[in-house]
């Protein structure tokens, strides 16, 4: 399928390395002009200059997404630059895994902060010219544990799992408006994040996958990229698992 975009600008969080590349790189591959955003400079400033080097259209932003001061200037700065961002795709996050009763209060906060309050300030500061477009596509990029927890990661799994919601909700209130609000919950992907995974525990996550493999970062990136183009007008509220079969 070819999927049509129209002259769509995307904002891109996380764009820095691993599944926000692979976003930012094909929505670029299909004409959309991606800001890609990432808390390092050089990170997001080397893949938005890979995309124009590939004839795409791209610039790069470095943001600190869990400051809703610092997003809410960046909006407004990219709002006064391209009236309207029409995608949005959510996807920055960290684990500071641990088990609960060894969690600090600044572990819980930040992964929290990064990966859920982010959602809510770049969706708050960016929806507004979509309602009054009367188009937009919103993407939030959570985790299968998101849906089934995982021993260690309460902050994460919480995160994750608010993430859903948060796009349930404001699949309700904005559909009115023709912005479709949707989640894609990777499961193990081979990213930085599992490239540490020692050999013993890669064995034991591939055992439960039913594909017997892990995922591939255009995996995500193909879903997401469904979702942000025009055939997917009549899908809003939903959570895709990208996971091998793993959740079922």
Known sequence: MNLTFNNRVALVTGAGRGIGKAI??????????????????????????????????????????????????????LLAEFGTIDILVNNAGITKDGLLFRMSEDDWNSVISTNLDSCYFWTKYLARPMTQKRWGRIVNITSVVGLMGNAGQANYCAAKAGMIGFTKAIAKEFASRNITSNAVAPGFIKTDMTSSLPAEAAEKITAVIPLKRLGEAADIANMTAYLCSEEAGYITGQVFTVDGGMVM
């Open 24 to 77: 930012a790189e094909l929505l670029a591959k299909n004409g959309v002009n991606v800001i890609c955003v990432s808390k390092s400079a050089d990170s997001c400033g080397a893949v938005a200059a890979g995309i124009i080097a590939a004839g795409g259209k791209a610039k790069s932003l470095a943001v600190d997404v869990a400051d809703g001061a610092a997003v809410a200037k960046a909006s407004a700065d």
